[in-house]
Protein backbone atom coordinates (compact mmCIF):
# COMPACT_ATOMS: atom_id res chain seq x y z
CA UNK A 1 0.00 0.00 0.00
CA UNK A 2 2.73 2.83 0.63
CA UNK A 3 4.73 2.24 -2.68
CA UNK A 4 1.43 3.30 -4.55
CA UNK A 5 0.64 5.98 -2.01
CA UNK A 6 4.26 7.11 -2.51
CA UNK A 7 4.43 7.35 -6.03
CA UNK A 8 1.04 9.68 -6.20
CA UNK A 9 2.51 11.91 -3.49
CA UNK A 10 5.52 12.33 -5.69
CA UNK A 11 4.16 12.85 -8.68
CA UNK A 12 1.53 15.36 -7.90
CA UNK A 13 4.40 17.00 -5.84
CA UNK A 14 5.67 18.15 -9.28
CA UNK A 15 3.40 20.51 -9.87
CA UNK A 16 1.18 21.04 -7.11
CA UNK A 17 3.90 20.77 -4.85
CA UNK A 18 5.41 24.15 -7.38
CA UNK A 19 2.12 25.64 -6.47
CA UNK A 20 2.37 25.45 -3.30
CA UNK A 21 5.81 26.46 -3.14
CA UNK A 22 4.74 29.96 -4.88
CA UNK A 23 1.88 30.13 -2.49
CA UNK A 24 4.76 29.67 0.45
CA UNK A 25 6.83 32.76 -0.94
CA UNK A 26 4.20 34.87 -2.46
CA UNK A 27 2.79 34.35 1.75
CA UNK A 28 5.95 36.40 2.37
CA UNK A 29 4.57 39.57 0.43
CA UNK A 30 0.85 39.09 1.67
CA UNK A 31 2.06 39.35 4.92
CA UNK A 32 2.95 43.46 4.25
CA UNK A 33 1.57 44.45 0.66
CA UNK A 34 -2.32 43.51 -0.14
CA UNK A 35 -4.08 43.64 -3.66
CA UNK A 36 -4.45 46.72 -4.57
CA UNK A 37 -7.61 48.79 -3.92
CA UNK A 38 -9.26 52.28 -2.83
CA UNK A 39 -9.99 52.08 0.73
CA UNK A 40 -13.38 53.90 1.66
CA UNK A 41 -11.41 56.77 3.82
CA UNK A 42 -8.79 57.01 0.14
CA UNK A 43 -12.09 57.81 -2.07
CA UNK A 44 -13.45 60.35 0.43
CA UNK A 45 -10.20 62.03 0.49
CA UNK A 46 -10.38 62.97 -3.11
CA UNK A 47 -13.36 64.43 -2.83
CA UNK A 48 -14.38 68.11 -3.90
CA UNK A 49 -16.31 70.23 -1.27
CA UNK A 50 -20.27 70.02 -1.53
CA UNK A 51 -22.16 72.06 -2.87
CA UNK A 52 -26.05 71.44 -2.40
CA UNK A 53 -28.49 71.66 -4.77
CA UNK A 54 -31.49 73.33 -4.18
CA UNK A 55 -34.79 71.61 -3.62
CA UNK A 56 -35.82 72.79 -7.20
CA UNK A 57 -33.13 70.00 -8.77
CA UNK A 58 -33.90 67.51 -6.22
CA UNK A 59 -37.68 67.41 -7.53
CA UNK A 60 -36.63 66.75 -11.27
CA UNK A 61 -34.56 63.93 -10.19
CA UNK A 62 -35.53 61.09 -13.20
CA UNK A 63 -35.92 58.99 -10.22
CA UNK A 64 -39.56 57.80 -8.81
CA UNK A 65 -40.14 59.10 -5.09
CA UNK A 66 -40.87 55.78 -4.12
CA UNK A 67 -37.61 53.90 -4.87
CA UNK A 68 -36.50 51.88 -2.11
CA UNK A 69 -32.85 52.35 -1.57
CA UNK A 70 -30.12 50.14 -0.15
CA UNK A 71 -27.88 53.47 -0.08
CA UNK A 72 -27.61 56.66 -1.83
CA UNK A 73 -24.89 59.52 -1.23
CA UNK A 74 -24.27 63.16 -3.16
CA UNK A 75 -20.78 64.25 -4.11
CA UNK A 76 -19.00 66.58 -6.43
CA UNK A 77 -18.38 65.43 -9.93
CA UNK A 78 -16.58 67.24 -12.61
CA UNK A 79 -17.67 70.36 -10.57
CA UNK A 80 -21.52 69.63 -10.41
CA UNK A 81 -23.59 67.77 -7.99
CA UNK A 82 -24.21 64.10 -8.48
CA UNK A 83 -26.60 61.59 -6.78
CA UNK A 84 -25.50 58.18 -6.38
CA UNK A 85 -27.85 55.27 -5.51
CA UNK A 86 -28.21 51.94 -5.01
CA UNK A 87 -31.60 50.08 -4.87
CA UNK A 88 -32.94 48.11 -2.26
CA UNK A 89 -31.42 44.40 -1.71
CA UNK A 90 -33.34 41.49 -1.50
CA UNK A 91 -31.50 39.48 1.28
CA UNK A 92 -33.75 35.74 -0.07
CA UNK A 93 -32.09 36.65 -3.46
CA UNK A 94 -28.96 34.44 -4.15
CA UNK A 95 -25.52 36.04 -3.49
CA UNK A 96 -24.94 37.01 -7.30
CA UNK A 97 -28.03 39.14 -7.88
CA UNK A 98 -27.43 40.94 -5.06
CA UNK A 99 -24.46 43.00 -6.66
CA UNK A 100 -26.76 45.56 -7.41
CA UNK A 101 -25.08 48.16 -10.55
CA UNK A 102 -24.99 51.60 -8.64
CA UNK A 103 -26.97 54.40 -10.79
CA UNK A 104 -25.26 57.96 -10.99
CA UNK A 105 -28.06 60.83 -11.66
CA UNK A 106 -27.09 64.43 -12.61
CA UNK A 107 -28.36 66.88 -10.35
CA UNK A 108 -27.79 70.05 -12.66
CA UNK A 109 -29.99 68.11 -15.20
CA UNK A 110 -32.17 65.70 -13.32
CA UNK A 111 -31.06 62.86 -15.38
CA UNK A 112 -29.59 59.38 -15.28
CA UNK A 113 -25.90 59.60 -15.69
CA UNK A 114 -25.13 57.40 -19.04
CA UNK A 115 -21.74 57.35 -20.92
CA UNK A 116 -19.59 60.80 -19.34
CA UNK A 117 -18.18 62.36 -21.80
CA UNK A 118 -13.76 62.21 -21.74
CA UNK A 119 -13.73 65.90 -20.94
CA UNK A 120 -15.83 65.19 -17.97
CA UNK A 121 -13.65 61.84 -16.77
CA UNK A 122 -10.86 64.06 -17.64
CA UNK A 123 -11.74 66.82 -14.96
CA UNK A 124 -12.52 63.86 -12.43
CA UNK A 125 -9.48 63.00 -12.80
CA UNK A 126 -8.03 66.56 -12.13
CA UNK A 127 -9.99 67.11 -9.19
CA UNK A 128 -9.01 64.08 -7.88
CA UNK A 129 -5.50 63.91 -7.92
CA UNK A 130 -4.92 67.50 -6.69
CA UNK A 131 -6.90 66.29 -3.12
CA UNK A 132 -5.31 62.79 -2.63
CA UNK A 133 -1.95 64.20 -3.51
CA UNK A 134 -1.00 63.14 -6.41
CA UNK A 135 1.96 64.61 -7.85
CA UNK A 136 1.20 65.26 -11.45
CA UNK A 137 -1.61 65.73 -13.97
CA UNK A 138 -3.26 63.10 -15.29
CA UNK A 139 -1.66 61.41 -18.85
CA UNK A 140 -3.54 59.12 -21.11
CA UNK A 141 -7.30 58.39 -20.11
CA UNK A 142 -9.00 56.24 -22.03
CA UNK A 143 -11.66 53.30 -21.68
CA UNK A 144 -10.28 50.01 -20.63
CA UNK A 145 -11.45 46.36 -20.44
CA UNK A 146 -11.24 44.21 -17.42
CA UNK A 147 -7.38 44.28 -16.65
CA UNK A 148 -5.11 42.38 -13.25
CA UNK A 149 -5.96 45.55 -11.01
CA UNK A 150 -10.14 45.21 -11.73
CA UNK A 151 -11.60 42.22 -11.74
CA UNK A 152 -13.57 42.80 -8.75
CA UNK A 153 -14.58 46.18 -9.89
CA UNK A 154 -14.82 46.45 -13.82
CA UNK A 155 -18.19 44.61 -13.96
CA UNK A 156 -20.43 46.74 -11.87
CA UNK A 157 -19.16 50.00 -13.33
CA UNK A 158 -18.34 49.37 -16.73
CA UNK A 159 -17.82 51.24 -19.06
CA UNK A 160 -14.47 51.82 -17.06
CA UNK A 161 -11.63 54.34 -17.69
CA UNK A 162 -8.34 54.64 -16.84
CA UNK A 163 -6.38 57.42 -16.24
CA UNK A 164 -2.73 57.00 -16.18
CA UNK A 165 -0.51 60.35 -14.33
CA UNK A 166 2.45 61.71 -15.04
CA UNK A 167 3.93 61.22 -11.45
CA UNK A 168 6.71 59.31 -9.99
CA UNK A 169 4.45 56.93 -8.54
CA UNK A 170 2.80 55.99 -12.00
CA UNK A 171 -0.41 56.42 -10.16
CA UNK A 172 -3.34 55.04 -11.53
CA UNK A 173 -7.28 55.49 -10.96
CA UNK A 174 -10.20 53.85 -12.63
CA UNK A 175 -13.05 55.80 -13.70
CA UNK A 176 -16.49 54.29 -13.50
CA UNK A 177 -18.29 55.44 -16.55
CA UNK A 178 -22.03 54.46 -15.54
CA UNK A 179 -21.75 57.38 -11.98
CA UNK A 180 -18.38 59.33 -12.41
CA UNK A 181 -17.29 57.46 -9.38
CA UNK A 182 -13.15 56.65 -8.71
CA UNK A 183 -13.47 53.12 -7.80
CA UNK A 184 -10.07 51.94 -7.97
CA UNK A 185 -6.33 53.27 -7.59
CA UNK A 186 -2.84 51.73 -8.17
CA UNK A 187 0.74 52.81 -7.49
CA UNK A 188 3.86 51.25 -9.43
CA UNK A 189 4.73 49.99 -5.93
CA UNK A 190 1.67 48.41 -5.27
CA UNK A 191 1.30 46.93 -8.86
CA UNK A 192 4.56 45.27 -8.73
CA UNK A 193 3.99 43.52 -5.44
CA UNK A 194 0.97 43.10 -6.42
CA UNK A 195 2.29 40.73 -9.33
CA UNK A 196 4.25 38.89 -6.49
CA UNK A 197 2.34 38.66 -3.64
CA UNK A 198 -1.65 38.56 -4.60
CA UNK A 199 -2.03 37.52 -7.70
CA UNK A 200 0.52 34.64 -7.49
CA UNK A 201 -1.12 33.60 -4.05
CA UNK A 202 -4.76 34.06 -4.57
CA UNK A 203 -4.18 32.42 -8.36
CA UNK A 204 -5.71 35.69 -9.55
CA UNK A 205 -4.24 36.12 -13.18
CA UNK A 206 -6.64 38.25 -15.76
CA UNK A 207 -7.25 35.40 -17.84
CA UNK A 208 -8.49 33.37 -15.64
CA UNK A 209 -10.16 35.24 -13.22
CA UNK A 210 -12.70 36.83 -15.69
CA UNK A 211 -14.45 33.72 -15.42
CA UNK A 212 -15.40 33.18 -11.97
CA UNK A 213 -16.69 29.74 -11.99
CA UNK A 214 -13.56 28.59 -13.86
CA UNK A 215 -11.76 30.07 -11.57
CA UNK A 216 -13.59 29.07 -8.46
CA UNK A 217 -12.84 25.65 -9.51
CA UNK A 218 -9.34 25.70 -10.15
CA UNK A 219 -8.95 27.09 -6.56
CA UNK A 220 -11.36 24.60 -5.26
CA UNK A 221 -9.72 21.49 -6.77
CA UNK A 222 -6.06 22.59 -6.30
CA UNK A 223 -6.26 23.08 -2.78
CA UNK A 224 -8.09 20.37 -2.32
CA UNK A 225 -5.32 17.87 -4.48
CA UNK A 226 -2.76 19.96 -1.74
CA UNK A 227 -4.67 18.80 1.25
CA UNK A 228 -4.38 15.27 -0.29
CA UNK A 229 -0.70 15.46 -0.95
CA UNK A 230 0.08 16.94 2.38
CA UNK A 231 -1.74 14.40 3.90
CA UNK A 232 0.13 11.60 1.47
CA UNK A 233 3.53 13.19 2.70
CA UNK A 234 2.63 12.93 6.47
CA UNK A 235 1.34 8.80 5.96
CA UNK A 236 4.68 8.15 4.23
CA UNK A 237 6.91 10.46 6.14
CA UNK A 238 5.27 8.30 9.59
CA UNK A 239 6.01 5.05 7.74
CA UNK A 240 9.61 5.88 6.47
CA UNK A 241 11.02 6.10 10.14
CA UNK A 242 13.51 3.85 11.33
CA UNK A 243 14.66 2.52 14.20
CA UNK A 244 18.68 3.16 14.71
CA UNK A 245 20.90 0.82 16.69
CA UNK A 246 21.09 2.63 19.16
CA UNK A 247 16.93 2.40 19.71
CA UNK A 248 16.75 6.07 18.55
CA UNK A 249 14.02 6.82 15.57
CA UNK A 250 15.03 8.93 13.00
CA UNK A 251 15.23 9.12 9.13
CA UNK A 252 16.78 6.59 6.78
CA UNK A 253 18.01 9.78 3.78
CA UNK A 254 20.37 12.19 3.93
CA UNK A 255 20.94 15.69 2.44
CA UNK A 256 17.88 16.89 1.00
CA UNK A 257 15.84 13.97 1.59
CA UNK A 258 16.63 14.02 5.43
CA UNK A 259 15.28 17.67 5.20
CA UNK A 260 12.12 17.13 3.76
CA UNK A 261 11.51 14.24 5.60
CA UNK A 262 12.20 16.09 8.72
CA UNK A 263 10.45 19.03 8.49
CA UNK A 264 7.82 17.30 6.42
CA UNK A 265 6.76 15.68 10.04
CA UNK A 266 7.55 18.43 12.03
CA UNK A 267 5.43 21.36 9.62
CA UNK A 268 3.41 18.74 7.83
CA UNK A 269 0.33 19.91 10.27
CA UNK A 270 0.77 23.32 9.66
CA UNK A 271 1.02 22.84 6.04
CA UNK A 272 -2.19 20.97 5.83
CA UNK A 273 -3.91 23.73 8.17
CA UNK A 274 -2.55 26.92 5.54
CA UNK A 275 -3.93 24.37 2.43
CA UNK A 276 -7.27 23.70 4.10
CA UNK A 277 -8.19 27.22 5.34
CA UNK A 278 -7.22 28.30 1.80
CA UNK A 279 -9.91 26.16 0.56
CA UNK A 280 -12.07 27.15 3.06
CA UNK A 281 -12.08 30.39 2.13
CA UNK A 282 -13.70 29.89 -1.20
CA UNK A 283 -16.78 27.54 1.00
CA UNK A 284 -16.57 25.06 -1.51
CA UNK A 285 -19.82 23.22 -0.14
CA UNK A 286 -21.53 25.85 1.10
CA UNK A 287 -21.22 24.94 4.70
CA UNK A 288 -20.01 28.60 5.43
CA UNK A 289 -22.59 30.26 3.92
CA UNK A 290 -23.75 33.63 5.88
CA UNK A 291 -26.40 35.86 5.36
CA UNK A 292 -25.73 37.90 8.26
CA UNK A 293 -24.11 40.88 6.75
CA UNK A 294 -27.24 41.61 4.26
CA UNK A 295 -30.71 40.32 6.52
CA UNK A 296 -29.53 42.51 9.44
CA UNK A 297 -28.33 45.52 7.60
CA UNK A 298 -31.97 46.34 6.24
CA UNK A 299 -33.43 45.43 9.86
CA UNK A 300 -31.40 47.89 11.06
CA UNK A 301 -31.98 50.44 8.64
CA UNK A 302 -35.96 49.71 7.68
CA UNK A 303 -37.12 50.59 4.02
CA UNK A 304 -36.59 54.00 3.13
CA UNK A 305 -36.76 55.40 -0.49
CA UNK A 306 -35.67 58.23 -2.43
CA UNK A 307 -38.46 60.50 -1.12
CA UNK A 308 -37.12 60.06 2.23
CA UNK A 309 -33.84 60.95 1.21
CA UNK A 310 -35.09 63.89 -0.83
CA UNK A 311 -37.29 65.65 1.71
CA UNK A 312 -34.14 65.25 4.35
CA UNK A 313 -31.67 66.76 2.08
CA UNK A 314 -34.50 69.64 1.32
CA UNK A 315 -34.88 69.82 5.10
CA UNK A 316 -31.39 70.36 5.93
CA UNK A 317 -29.38 73.58 7.11
CA UNK A 318 -25.84 74.47 6.52
CA UNK A 319 -23.47 71.41 6.15
CA UNK A 320 -20.49 71.40 8.04
CA UNK A 321 -17.64 73.17 6.69
CA UNK A 322 -15.19 70.91 4.78
CA UNK A 323 -18.14 68.05 3.70
CA UNK A 324 -18.03 66.40 0.91
CA UNK A 325 -20.13 63.56 0.67
CA UNK A 326 -23.62 63.56 2.24
CA UNK A 327 -24.63 60.18 2.98
CA UNK A 328 -27.74 58.10 3.79
CA UNK A 329 -27.84 56.59 6.87
CA UNK A 330 -31.18 55.30 7.95
CA UNK A 331 -31.88 53.96 10.80
CA UNK A 332 -35.36 52.32 12.02
CA UNK A 333 -36.73 52.82 9.03
CA UNK A 334 -36.52 56.48 10.07
CA UNK A 335 -33.87 58.91 7.53
CA UNK A 336 -31.04 60.29 8.61
CA UNK A 337 -28.36 62.11 6.65
CA UNK A 338 -24.67 62.11 7.67
CA UNK A 339 -22.47 64.70 6.15
CA UNK A 340 -19.05 63.45 6.09
CA UNK A 341 -15.67 65.42 5.70
CA UNK A 342 -12.54 65.05 3.83
CA UNK A 343 -10.70 64.30 6.90
CA UNK A 344 -13.46 61.04 7.36
CA UNK A 345 -15.08 63.04 10.05
CA UNK A 346 -18.59 62.46 10.48
CA UNK A 347 -21.87 64.54 11.25
CA UNK A 348 -25.54 62.97 11.47
CA UNK A 349 -28.70 65.01 10.86
CA UNK A 350 -31.87 63.97 11.33
CA UNK A 351 -35.03 64.47 9.36
CA UNK A 352 -35.89 68.12 10.32
CA UNK A 353 -32.56 69.42 9.32
CA UNK A 354 -30.63 69.42 12.69
CA UNK A 355 -27.72 67.65 14.01
CA UNK A 356 -28.94 64.42 16.24
CA UNK A 357 -25.70 62.06 17.55
CA UNK A 358 -26.57 59.15 17.87
CA UNK A 359 -28.26 57.90 20.96
CA UNK A 360 -27.82 54.06 22.83
CA UNK A 361 -31.70 54.54 23.13
CA UNK A 362 -32.66 55.00 19.70
CA UNK A 363 -30.24 52.40 18.77
CA UNK A 364 -32.18 49.87 20.56
CA UNK A 365 -35.81 51.08 19.35
CA UNK A 366 -34.31 50.03 16.26
CA UNK A 367 -33.14 46.82 17.15
CA UNK A 368 -36.14 45.85 18.34
CA UNK A 369 -36.89 45.18 14.25
CA UNK A 370 -34.97 41.74 14.57
CA UNK A 371 -34.45 39.24 17.48
CA UNK A 372 -34.45 40.14 20.81
CA UNK A 373 -30.92 41.83 22.15
CA UNK A 374 -28.87 39.96 24.63
CA UNK A 375 -26.60 42.67 25.46
CA UNK A 376 -25.52 46.15 23.72
CA UNK A 377 -22.03 47.42 24.65
CA UNK A 378 -20.10 50.44 23.75
CA UNK A 379 -16.37 49.12 22.76
CA UNK A 380 -13.49 51.13 23.27
CA UNK A 381 -11.28 47.80 22.57
CA UNK A 382 -11.26 45.47 20.20
CA UNK A 383 -12.45 42.01 20.36
CA UNK A 384 -12.15 38.32 18.84
CA UNK A 385 -13.98 39.45 16.03
CA UNK A 386 -13.46 43.04 15.71
CA UNK A 387 -10.03 43.73 15.25
CA UNK A 388 -7.22 45.82 13.35
CA UNK A 389 -5.02 43.17 11.19
CA UNK A 390 -4.43 44.53 7.75
CA UNK A 391 -6.82 47.35 7.78
CA UNK A 392 -8.27 49.91 10.03
CA UNK A 393 -10.83 49.59 12.03
CA UNK A 394 -13.03 51.95 14.08
CA UNK A 395 -13.22 52.61 17.65
CA UNK A 396 -15.79 53.51 19.49
CA UNK A 397 -18.32 51.11 18.24
CA UNK A 398 -21.51 49.75 19.36
CA UNK A 399 -21.68 45.75 19.97
CA UNK A 400 -24.93 44.36 19.67
CA UNK A 401 -24.93 40.87 20.60
CA UNK A 402 -28.52 38.93 19.60
CA UNK A 403 -30.73 36.01 21.52
CA UNK A 404 -31.67 34.36 18.17
CA UNK A 405 -30.41 30.59 17.11
CA UNK A 406 -27.08 32.21 15.76
CA UNK A 407 -25.72 34.41 18.33
CA UNK A 408 -25.42 36.92 15.59
CA UNK A 409 -23.02 39.87 16.53
CA UNK A 410 -23.46 43.41 15.22
CA UNK A 411 -20.99 45.98 14.91
CA UNK A 412 -22.41 49.53 14.54
CA UNK A 413 -21.19 52.83 13.80
CA UNK A 414 -21.48 54.70 16.92
CA UNK A 415 -21.63 58.07 14.47
CA UNK A 416 -24.13 57.06 11.62
CA UNK A 417 -25.43 54.17 12.81
CA UNK A 418 -24.66 51.95 9.67
CA UNK A 419 -23.72 48.22 10.13
CA UNK A 420 -20.15 47.88 10.00
CA UNK A 421 -19.72 44.43 10.34
CA UNK A 422 -22.39 41.16 11.15
CA UNK A 423 -21.01 37.63 12.14
CA UNK A 424 -23.24 35.01 12.42
CA UNK A 425 -22.52 31.71 13.70
CA UNK A 426 -21.16 30.61 10.16
CA UNK A 427 -19.42 34.04 10.13
CA UNK A 428 -17.50 33.28 13.25
CA UNK A 429 -16.45 29.59 12.00
CA UNK A 430 -15.40 31.56 8.89
CA UNK A 431 -13.58 33.57 10.99
CA UNK A 432 -11.58 30.63 12.57
CA UNK A 433 -11.34 28.50 10.02
CA UNK A 434 -10.11 30.92 7.35
CA UNK A 435 -8.64 34.22 9.06
CA UNK A 436 -7.57 32.28 12.14
CA UNK A 437 -5.52 29.35 10.61
CA UNK A 438 -4.59 30.70 7.54
CA UNK A 439 -3.41 34.15 8.57
CA UNK A 440 -2.37 32.44 12.31
CA UNK A 441 -4.99 35.60 13.08
CA UNK A 442 -5.09 34.79 17.06
CA UNK A 443 -5.87 37.28 20.17
CA UNK A 444 -2.33 35.89 21.45
CA UNK A 445 -0.32 36.63 18.12
CA UNK A 446 -1.96 39.91 17.17
CA UNK A 447 0.72 42.12 18.98
CA UNK A 448 3.45 43.22 16.69
CA UNK A 449 5.98 41.89 15.47
CA UNK A 450 5.51 39.15 17.54
CA UNK A 451 3.20 38.16 15.02
CA UNK A 452 5.62 38.95 12.34
CA UNK A 453 8.39 36.53 13.87
CA UNK A 454 6.15 33.70 14.54
CA UNK A 455 4.45 33.88 11.00
CA UNK A 456 8.22 34.56 9.00
CA UNK A 457 9.86 31.30 10.86
CA UNK A 458 6.85 29.01 10.47
CA UNK A 459 6.41 30.05 6.84
CA UNK A 460 9.68 30.14 6.36
CA UNK A 461 9.79 26.36 7.29
CA UNK A 462 6.77 25.48 5.35
CA UNK A 463 8.56 26.77 2.08
CA UNK A 464 11.48 24.44 2.98
CA UNK A 465 9.02 21.40 3.22
CA UNK A 466 7.37 22.39 -0.15
CA UNK A 467 10.51 23.39 -1.96
CA UNK A 468 12.62 20.62 -1.16
CA UNK A 469 9.76 18.29 -2.12
CA UNK A 470 8.71 20.16 -5.51
CA UNK A 471 12.79 20.15 -6.33
CA UNK A 472 13.30 16.33 -5.62
CA UNK A 473 9.94 15.46 -7.73
CA UNK A 474 11.68 17.58 -10.70
CA UNK A 475 14.96 15.41 -10.32
CA UNK A 476 13.37 12.37 -10.49
CA UNK A 477 11.23 13.16 -13.44
CA UNK A 478 14.61 13.87 -15.18
CA UNK A 479 16.28 10.81 -14.09
CA UNK A 480 13.54 9.25 -15.04
CA UNK A 481 13.35 10.53 -18.50
CA UNK A 482 17.09 9.94 -19.24
CA UNK A 483 16.72 6.91 -18.40
CA UNK A 484 13.81 6.47 -20.46
CA UNK A 485 15.03 7.36 -23.50
CA UNK A 486 18.79 5.16 -23.19
CA UNK A 487 16.47 2.25 -22.56
CA UNK A 488 14.84 3.61 -26.31
CA UNK A 489 18.51 3.68 -27.99
Not at 369 to 395: I, M, Q, W
Request: hydrophobic share 45%.
Amino acid sequence: MLRPVLFLHRWLGVVIGAVMTLWCLSGFVMMYVDYPRLMPAEQVRGLAPLHLPGADALAHVDLPAGTPLSSAKLEMMAGRPVLRVVPMIDPTRPIAQMRMTPGGYDLSSGKAIATLPMADIRAIATSFGRRFGIAGPPGSVAPTEMDQWTVQEFRRNQPLYRVDYDDPSATTIYVAGNSGEVVQQTTRFERFWGWLGAVPHWLYPTILRQNGEAWNQVVIWTSLIGCFLTVTGLWVGIARLRRRRDGSIGSPYRGLWWWHHMFGLFFGLLTLTWVASGLFSMNPWGFLDSMAGFAERQRLAGTVTWGDMRGAISRLGAMPAGTVRLESAPLGGRMFLVAIGQDGRMVRFGAGGRPEPLRAEALKVALRNGPPVASLDRLSDEDAYYYTHKFPTKLPVWRAILSDAEATRLYIDPDSGKLIRAFDRNGRRFRWLQDGLHSLDFPILRSRPLWDVVVLLLLAAVTLVCGTGTWMGVRKLGRDWRRMRRRRR
